[in-house]
C-alpha cells in the first residue's frame, strides 16, 4: 500500500472511531435521578428516611435500589408523594444538570385525581364512582398531556445527555379474584381501565419527547389486589396513605425490573 493511500486508510479509520466514541460531556453522565410521585418515594414500602419527611422516600423504593446496585456517579432522590406535575416542576428538578445520565419519573396520577377517585369509589355509591372514574379521564384528556409536556421539556432543558424513563402505574385489581367484600366487579374494572388510559396517555407523551415508557402491567400481573399474592395494599384504615401503593414486593418485583430493563 502506497504511502497516500495508507494515510488515507489511517484517516477514514480514526474519523470512524471519533465518529463513533461518545462525547466527554456524554460519557461523564452518569449521575442518577429519580422523581415523581408516591410510587416513585416508596410510599408503602416502610423504611422510610426520616430526613425525608412527608416525602417518605424509602430505602425500598425502585430508585434507591437501583442506584444500590448499579452504583451511578452521583444519586439524587427527589420524588416526593404527592407530587403533581406543578411540584415537580418547582420542586423536583434542581439536581438535573449536565452529569445527569438517567432520570426514572412518574407522575400524573395526583394530577388525574387518583387519591379522590378511590375515596370516592370506596365510601360512595357504584354510580359515583364510574362518575368520578369519568372525570378522572376527561382531565387525562383535557389537561394532564400539557402538564406532562412541561415536565418532560424541563427535564431535557436541564439534562441534555440523560436517558429518561417515564414509569407507569400497575392495574389495582385481579378480576374475578378472590376478593369477597369491598367494591363491586364493575367498579374494578373500571379502575383498571382508568389506568390502562392514563398509561396510554403517559406513554404517548413520553414518545413524543423521546423517553422510555416503563410498563409495569405485566410486571404486576398475577400480583394485583385480589389475587393471591398481591404486590398492593388495599385499604389500610391505620396507616391510610399507604393504600393502593405498592409494597416492597411490589418496588422490588414490579418497578425495578421495568427500570433495569430499560435503563
Not at 120 to 141: F, G, H, K, M, P
Request: with cysteine; net charge neutral; proline share 4%.
Amino acid at each position: 500500500m502506497s504511502s497516500l493511500l495508507l494515510a488515507a486508510a489511517f484517516a477514514l479509520t480514526g474519523a470512524a472511531a471519533a465518529h463513533a466514541a461518545p462525547s466527554t460531556d456524554a460519557r461523564a453522565a452518569t449521575g442518577y435521578v429519580a422523581l415523581g410521585d408516591s410510587y416513585s418515594s416508596g410510599v408503602g414500602a416502610g423504611s422510610y428516611d426520616s430526613s425525608s419527611g412527608d416525602c417518605k422516600r424509602s430505602t425500598k423504593a425502585y430508585p434507591a435500589l437501583w442506584a444500590a446496585a448499579n452504583s451511578p456517579s452521583s444519586f439524587h432522590f427527589t420524588a416526593c408523594s404527592g407530587a403533581r406535575t406543578g411540584d415537580v416542576l418547582a420542586k423536583q428538578l434542581g439536581p438535573l444538570g449536565s452529569g445527569t445520565g438517567l432520570v426514572s419519573i412518574s407522575v400524573g396520577g395526583n394530577d388525574a385525581g387518583f387519591a379522590d377517585v378511590m375515596t370516592t369509589c370506596v365510601l360512595q355509591s357504584e354510580s359515583n364512582c364510574l362518575a368520578r372514574i369519568a372525570q378522572a379521564r376527561s382531565y387525562v384528556d383535557s389537561t394532564l398531556p400539557g402538564n406532562l409536556d412541561k415536565v418532560y421539556s424541563a427535564i431535557s432543558a436541564k439534562a441534555p445527555s440523560a436517558q429518561v424513563v417515564v414509569l407507569g402505574y400497575p392495574r389495582f385489581y385481579k378480576l374475578d379474584g378472590s376478593c369477597v367484600a369491598g367494591l363491586s366487579e364493575r367498579e374494578r374494572a373500571a379502575i383498571n381501565s382508568a389506568a390502562d388510559y392514563l398509561n396510554t396517555a403517559t406513554a404517548k407523551r413520553a414518545a413524543d419527547h423521546g423517553f422510555t415508557f416503563g410498563d409495569v402491567t405485566g410486571a404486576f400481573t398475577g400480583h394485583e389486589l385480589c389475587s393471591g399474592s398481591p404486590w398492593l395494599h388495599s385499604l389500610n384504615i391505620f396507616n391510610p396513605g399507604e393504600s393502593y401503593h405498592p409494597k416492597a414486593a411490589g418496588q422490588s418485583g414490579g418497578y425495578l425490573p421495568v427500570l433495569t430493563s430499560a435503563a
